[in-house]
C-alpha cells in the first residue's frame, strides 16, 4: 500500500510498526524492501522523494554486469578484478554477477519489457531507468509493502544495544513520522556533495551520517575523484559519446595530449590530460570521431544526452562546444559505510546497508564501478540486505518494548550543541565544502598540503555545523543535509591523507607511485571526532 492523503490527518504525527523499515527508493531499495516482503516481514519504505522517479537509476539507461552461468564466469570476473586497484574481492564478485543474474530472470519472470535482439532471444544486459525503477514500483507495491514517499529520513533510533527505527518529516503534509522496526536497511545512496549530476538532487550522503551516529564504519572515502565531462552548464553526466571527441581551445586550436599528440577520446587514459588543460583554460569538444552510423546509434541508445545540444541549436558531431567535468563523489565513486557480514550487515546490530550507500570496495576497488557494476551491486546488495534484515528482525522479534526506551541519534543540524546562529545557513555550509571537494586541483589532482588545507577549513565549518545549525518544521531537511554532506568532506579528506600512495581515482602528487603497503581498506568512524584506522585486503585473490 501507498498512503493515502485523503485519510492521513496532518495534525497528527505519524507512527508506524515493522520487521524491517527500507530508508531510499531507488532500486537497491526497492530490492531490498521486495527481499524482505517475499521472507515474511512487514515493510515499510520511506523514500526521500517518489519511490520510481528519485534516484540516479531513474532518469539514466543503465547497463547491468550482466554474467550468465558458465565456464568463462571466473575469467570475466578475473578480468574485471586485474582493474580493481588490488582492492576488490573475487569472492564478492563471484556473488554479485550470480545473485543479479538470477535477479535479472526474476524480472523476466514478472513480466518487465525486456527488448529482444535479432536472434529473438531476450537483451537482459540493460535497464531503461524510467520504465525499470516505474516497474519495480508496482512489484513493491503489489508485494504488500507499505510506501511512504516524500518521507525524508532524518536519524535512526537505538535502544541502546541495536538500531530500532528511525523517523523524519512528511514534506507533504508538514508532519513528523516515525518508524519503529526490528531491523533497519540504509539504501539512501552515495552524496555527491550536491553537484549537479543527473538524479542526484537528492544524494547528500544522509545515510552516511545517520549511520556514523549508530556507530558504523564507513571505508573507501578517499575514492571521492570520479569525474565525468558534461556539457558545460547542464547536468548531463553522461560521458559515453566523449568517446569520439576531440578537444580543442575556444579559438578551434587542437588541445595536445602528454604524448604531444592532438587530445582525443575522453574517456580513459586521457582523461588526466583533459583535466589538466581545463584547469589552465576552458575546454571544447566536438564528437567528429563518430561516423554517420554510430552517430545514429548513439542518439538513439543515448537520446537524453543530446538534450542538451537540441536546446543549444548545437550539432555536437560538427560543431565545437563547451565541456566541464561533474564530480561524483561516491555517487560513481566507491566509498560508504562498510559492509560487515555477507547479508550486508553493518557493524551495528540491526542496521543494514545496501547500494551506493555502502562501500563497494568488494566490488570495484579504488576505480569507479560506473553503471554496469554498480547496477548489478544494487540488486544484489538489495536483495541480501532485505534477507538478512529479515531473517534478523524473525531473531529479535521479541524485543516489543523498544518503543518506550529506544532514543533518536541525530544531532548535527537538528540539535545543535549550541545555540542556533542565524548567520549559519545550510545553502553556505554547502557551498563552503563543495569549495573545498569538488575543484579539479583539489579532488582530481591530490596533494598533501592542500588535503590538509582543505580538512582544517572543513573541521572549523563542522564545529560550527555542530555547535549552531539547525532549522525549523522542513528547514530541518536541508539543515541534515548540509550537515551530512560536511561530515562526508570531512570522512573523504581524512581518508585521502591516511591513503598516502596514488591508486584507482586517488591520484596524490606528492604520493605519486602505488604502494602495496596501502593495498587495504582505509576505514573511518566517528562523527565529532574521526578514527582512522585500516583492515588489510592482501591474499582475497588466493582465497576465492
Not at 541549436?313 to 567535468?325: A, S
Request: charged content about 25%; proline content about 4%; aromatic content about 8%.
Amino acid at each position: 500500500m501507498t498512503s493515502s492523503r485523503k485519510n492521513l490527518d496532518k495534525s497528527v504525527n505519524l507512527h508506524l510498526e515493522a520487521n524491517v523499515l527500507v530508508i531510499g527508493g531507488g532500486p537497491s531499495g526497492a530490492w531490498s524492501a521486495l527481499s524482505a516482503a517475499e521472507n515474511g516481514a512487514k515493510v515499510v519504505l520511506v523514500d526521500k522523494g517518489y519511490l520510481g522517479t528519485s534516484g540516479a537509476t531513474a532518469p539514466s539507461n543503465t547497463g547491468t554486469w550482466c554474467v550468465a552461468p558458465g565456464e568463462d564466469r571466473a575469467q570475466i570476473v578475473e578480468r574485471r578484478w586485474q582493474r580493481t586497484g588490488g582492492l576488490a574481492d573475487p569472492r564478492w564478485m563471484l556473488r554479485c554477477v550470480d545473485r543479479a543474474y538470477e535477479n535479472l530472470l526474476k524480472l523476466v519472470e514478472w513480466g518487465y519489457p525486456f527488448p529482444s535482439e535479432d536472434d529473438g532471444k531476450l537483451y537482459i544486459a540493460n535497464l531503461r531507468g524510467p520504465d525499470y525503477m516505474a516497474f519495480m514500483r508496482r512489484r513493491v507495491l503489489l508485494a504488500g509493502v507499505t510506501v511512504l514517499d516524500h518521507h525524508p529520513a532524518l536519524e535512526l533510533f537505538s535502544d541502546g544495544e541495536a538500531v530500532t527505527g528511525a523517523a523524519g518529516v512528511d514534506r507533504q503534509r508538514g508532519r513528523d513520522w516515525r518508524v519503529d522496526a526490528n531491523a533497519v536497511v540504509l539504501a539512501t545512496g552515495g552524496c555527491a556533495f550536491h553537484e549537479r549530476i543527473l538524479g542526484a538532487t537528492g544524494l547528500t550522503g544522509d545515510g552516511y551520517l545517520m549511520a556514523a551516529e549508530a556507530g558504523a564504519i564507513l571505508s573507501g572515502m578517499e575514492f571521492t575523484g570520479k569525474y565525468t565531462l558534461a556539457p558545460y552548464g547542464s547536468s548531463l553526466n553522461k560521458g559515453l559519446p566523449f568517446r569520439w571527441a576531440t578537444f580543442h581551445r575556444e579559438d578551434g586550436t587542437a588541445i595536445m595530449n602528454s604524448d604531444g599528440e592532438p587530445l582525443m577520446n575522453g574517456i580513459g587514459e586521457r582523461e588526466r590530460d583533459i583535466a589538466k588543460a581545463m584547469i589552465e583554460a576552458p575546454v571544447y569538444a566536438r564528437l567528429d570521431q563518430a561516423e554517420p552510423a554510430l552517430q545514429d546509434w548513439l542518439r538513439q541508445g543515448q537520446p537524453n544526452c543530446f538534450v542538451p545540444y537540441d536546446r543549444m541549436g548545437i550539432d555536437p558531431f560538427k560543431d565545437l562546444f563547451r565541456v566541464t567535468f561533474r564530480a561524483e563523489g561516491t555517487v560513481r565513486g566507491t566509498g560508504g559505510i562498510r559492509v560487515a557480514g555477507s547479508d550486508c550487515a553493518t557493524d551495528v546490530p540491526g542496521l543494514y546497508v545496501a547500494g551506493d550507500a555502502a562501500s563497494r570496495e568488494n566490488m570495484t576497488g579504488s576505480t569507479s564501478g560506473g553503471g554496469a557494476v554498480n547496477s548489478s551491486w544494487a540488486i544484489a546488495s538489495g536483495w541480501w540486505s532485505g534477507h538478512g534484515a529479515s531473517l534478523y528482525a524473525k531473531r529479535h522479534g521479541s524485543r516489543g518494548a523498544f518503543r518506550a526506551v529506544s532514543k533518536p541519534l541525530g544531532e548535527a543540524g537538528l540539535r545543535p550543541a549550541g545555540s542556533v546562529k542565524a548567520g549559519l545557513t545550510a545553502k553556505d555550509v554547502i557551498s563552503s565544502v563543495q569549495a573545498e571537494v569538488l575543484p579539479l586541483e583539489k579532488n582530481y589532482f591530490r596533494d598533501g598540503s592542500r588535503l590538509e588545507a582543505s580538512r582544517e577549513k572543513l573541521d572549523g565549518l563542522w564545529n560550527d555545523v555542530r555547535q549552531h545549525l539547525s532549522g525549523e518544521g522542513p528547514d530541518r531537511i536541508r539543515a541534515r543535509e548540509a550537515a551530512s554532506i560536511a561530515a562526508a568532506g570531512r570522512w573523504s579528506l581524512k581518508s585521502a591523507l591516511a591513503r598516502q600512495e596514488s591508486r584507482g581515482m586517488h591520484r596524490r602528487a606528492d604520493f605519486k607511485a602505488t604502494d602495496q603497503a596501502f593495498t587495504r581498506a582505509v576505514l573511518v568512524s566517528g562523527v565529532d571526532d574521526i578514527r582512522v584506522e585500516a583492515t588489510p585486503v592482501e591474499n582475497r585473490k588466493e582465497r576465492a
